[in-house]
């Protein structure tokens, strides 16, 4: 592992560091706990040389910045503090024993271990890694990250450079990736942008959009009170290949997308639920700016928490509801900017999230790059492990209410989770209404044009 940099730097913080923070509980729970990670597993195929994957993780480490960057707060400020590169550790596991009708099965359960792993966001380097060997064809590769220094567009760049350098390596020749900036620059562009100004039009368009807007909560099971827990339970859940096959054509019938068509089943979902019809409900996006800013294959925190209002008074069709969705979601993506800026212009949104029995709710599908299905890079073949479908009582944090994740599999079936905070939330809530919400979906996209129930 060698580079030019071998002491330690600071910076300030990006604007989505600073987002963060505003949730900050200390070391312990939150953002800042041990357990907001991310976890992702793949299934590799060939021969691996553990010397040569621990090279090729030291050498992710020392391209990619974030994951050697802590978030510094003490004395009332907050900066980037940018270490030197350190190893990453490598855990390896033996799973010869192991029946090959149930290596599946452990692949499920060494991932549901992990994630009820810690990993603390002051200690870097904020990666890690285990290597679990069926035989000498066959592992499983899990990847755990701090989400404070990574998120999900983070997790296909770390595995796909892993990849590439583990190849070179192999072969004795550079590796085959394209140039990135250091997440410093990501920080110094954003405040920069900010103090140009030049974003009136996106700041009158949130001031405008959300003027009374709350956010979207789910009502809790049990009130919120200072002994609760902070652990994250998740629930995961299979919608049919038939469903989505039927949603992607009816998105394609409007010029929309099937995030477009998933969202609009959520908007309904709500309404059911509460009698609401003028609904926010908050989602991610890649906060990574346009192709020519650079930042598309940086490692670091880059999303946006972007709420998207819809009002389906009016809609008495789903095609209808679609149509509007559709509206919301062009108009939010192209005013997309960074979270803090759109809270400042709508100081109410999230007074329902601090009502003591309600709690926020985001919505996300991910529309990831560099998914490895298969890839062949070097002399192992890589496939991303996304078909689990074991509930878990612990699992990577949220921090706060829930989470709920839909996943495209390969298979055409869309694969989700919910994950939750079980101080909150009862277990049967929450399939109770991860199955209205797939019945919901499944009759809509089936009749998009029968007239929907009336209130």
Same mark, same amino acid.
């Not at 923070?21 to 990670?37: A, I, K, M, N, S």
């Not at 270490?83 to 192991?98: G, K």
């Not at 760049?157 to 070179?168: F, G, K, S, T």
């Not at 073949?381 to 709920?404: F, H, I, K, M, N």
């Given at each position: 592992?060698?580079?030019?940099?071998?002491?330690?730097?600071?910076?300030?913080?990006?604007?989505?560091?600073?987002?963060?923070?505003?949730?900050?509980?200390?070391?312990?729970?939150?953002?800042?706990?041990?357990?907001?990670?991310?976890?992702?597993?793949?299934?590799?195929?060939?021969?691996?040389?553990?010397?040569?994957?621990?090279?090729?993780?030291?050498?992710?480490?020392?391209?990619?910045?974030?994951?050697?960057?802590?978030?510094?707060?003490?004395?009332?400020?907050?900066?980037?503090?940018?270490?030197?590169?350190?190893?990453?550790?490598?855990?390896?596991?033996?799973?010869?024993?192991?029946?090959?009708?149930?290596?599946?099965?452990?692949?499920?359960?060494?991932?549901?271990?992990?994630?009820?792993?810690?990993?603390?966001?002051?200690?870097?380097?904020?990666?890690?890694?285990?290597?679990?060997?069926?035989?000498?064809?066959?592992?499983?590769?899990?990847?755990?990250?701090?989400?404070?220094?990574?998120?999900?567009?983070?997790?296909?760049?770390?595995?796909?450079?892993?990849?590439?350098?583990?190849?070179?390596?192999? !072969?004795?020749?550079?590796? $085959?990736?394209?140039?990135? /900036?250091?997440? +410093?620059?990501?920080?110094?562009?954003? @405040?920069? *942008? &900010?103090?140009?100004?030049?974003?009136?039009?996106?700041?009158?368009?949130?001031?405008?959009?959300?003027?009374?807007?709350?956010?979207?909560?789910?009502?809790?099971?049990?009130?919120?009170?200072?002994?609760?827990?902070?652990?994250?339970?998740?629930?995961?859940?299979?919608?049919?290949? !038939?469903?989505?096959?039927? $949603?992607?054509?009816?998105? /394609?019938?409007? +010029?929309?997308?099937?995030?477009?068509? @998933?969202? *609009? &089943?959520?908007?309904?979902?709500?309404?059911?639920?509460?009698?609401?019809?003028?609904?926010?409900?908050?989602?991610?996006?890649?906060?990574?700016?346009?192709?020519?800013?650079?930042?598309?294959?940086?490692?670091?925190?880059?999303?946006?928490?972007?709420?998207?209002?819809?009002?389906?008074?009016?809609?008495?069709?789903?095609?209808?509801?679609?149509?509007?969705? +559709?509206?919301?979601?062009?108009?939010?993506?192209?005013?997309?900017?960074?979270?803090?800026?759109?809270?400042?212009?709508?100081?109410?949104?999230?007074?329902?999230?601090?009502?003591?029995?309600?709690?926020?709710?985001?919505?996300?599908?991910?529309?990831?790059?560099?998914?490895?299905?298969?890839?062949?890079?070097?002399?192992?073949?890589?496939?991303?492990?996304?078909?689990?479908?074991?509930?878990?009582?612990?699992?990577?944090?949220?921090?706060?209410?829930?989470?709920?994740?839909?996943?495209?599999?390969?298979?055409?079936?869309?694969?989700?989770?919910?994950?939750?905070?079980?101080?909150?939330?009862?277990?049967?809530?929450?399939?109770?209404?991860?199955?209205?919400?797939?019945?919901?979906?499944?009759?809509?996209?089936?009749?998009?044009?029968?007239?929907?129930?009336?209130?």
């Amino acid at each position: 592992m060698t580079t030019s940099e071998t002491f330690t730097t600071t910076a300030p913080l990006s604007l989505n560091q600073e987002f963060v923070c505003v949730f900050d509980q200390g070391d312990d729970g939150g953002p800042f706990g041990p357990r907001y990670h991310l976890v992702h597993g793949w299934r590799v195929r060939g021969a691996i040389d553990e010397e040569t994957l621990r090279g090729a993780l030291d050498d992710v480490v020392v391209r990619h910045e974030a994951l050697r960057t802590r978030i510094v707060r003490r004395d009332g400020s907050r900066h980037q503090e940018i270490l030197p590169p350190c190893p990453v550790e490598l855990d390896v596991r033996d799973l010869s024993a192991t029946a090959k009708e149930r290596r599946d099965e452990v692949v499920d359960a060494l991932l549901d271990e992990v994630e009820a792993s810690t990993i603390p966001s002051g200690t870097v380097p904020h990666l890690r890694a285990v290597l679990g060997r069926f035989d000498d064809q066959d592992a499983i590769l899990v990847i755990i990250t701090h989400h404070t220094a990574t998120d999900g567009w983070s997790m296909r760049l770390i595995i796909r450079d892993v990849a590439q350098y583990y190849a070179a390596r192999r !072969e004795g020749v550079p590796a $085959a990736l394209p140039e990135t /900036r250091p997440y +410093r620059e990501y920080a110094h562009w954003q @405040l920069a *942008s &900010a103090q140009e100004g030049g974003a009136e039009a996106e700041h009158d368009y949130w001031r405008e959009k959300l003027r009374g807007a709350e956010i979207f909560t789910v009502r809790t099971d049990r009130p919120r009170s200072a002994e609760a827990g902070q652990e994250t339970s998740v629930h995961r859940f299979l919608i049919g290949a !038939e469903t989505i096959s039927r $949603a992607t054509a009816l998105a /394609r019938s409007v +010029r929309g997308t099937l995030f477009m068509v @998933l969202l *609009s &089943a959520f908007y309904l979902l709500e309404h059911r639920e509460t009698g609401r019809s003028d609904i926010t409900v908050p989602t991610f996006t890649p906060g990574r700016g346009r192709e020519r800013d650079g930042f598309g294959d940086m490692v670091g925190s880059c999303f946006n928490f972007l709420p998207l209002r819809t009002d389906v008074a009016a809609c008495r069709t789903f095609r209808q509801v679609l149509e509007r969705t +559709r509206t919301t979601c062009l108009e939010g993506y192209s005013h997309d900017i960074p979270t803090l800026r759109i809270f400042g212009q709508a100081p109410e949104l999230m007074r329902p999230a601090m009502e003591a029995d309600r709690a926020p709710w985001v919505f996300q599908v991910f529309p990831f790059p560099f998914v490895l299905d298969g890839e062949v890079i070097g002399d192992l073949e890589y496939t991303e492990v996304r078909l689990r479908l074991l509930d878990q009582a612990v699992g990577s944090d949220v921090p706060d209410g829930a989470l709920w994740t839909l996943n495209l599999h390969p298979t055409g079936e869309m694969v989700g989770s919910v994950q939750y905070k079980n101080a909150l939330y009862d277990h049967d809530t929450i399939t109770g209404l991860v199955a209205e919400y797939a019945r919901l979906l499944s009759e809509a996209v089936a009749a998009p044009d029968v007239p929907l129930p009336r209130d």
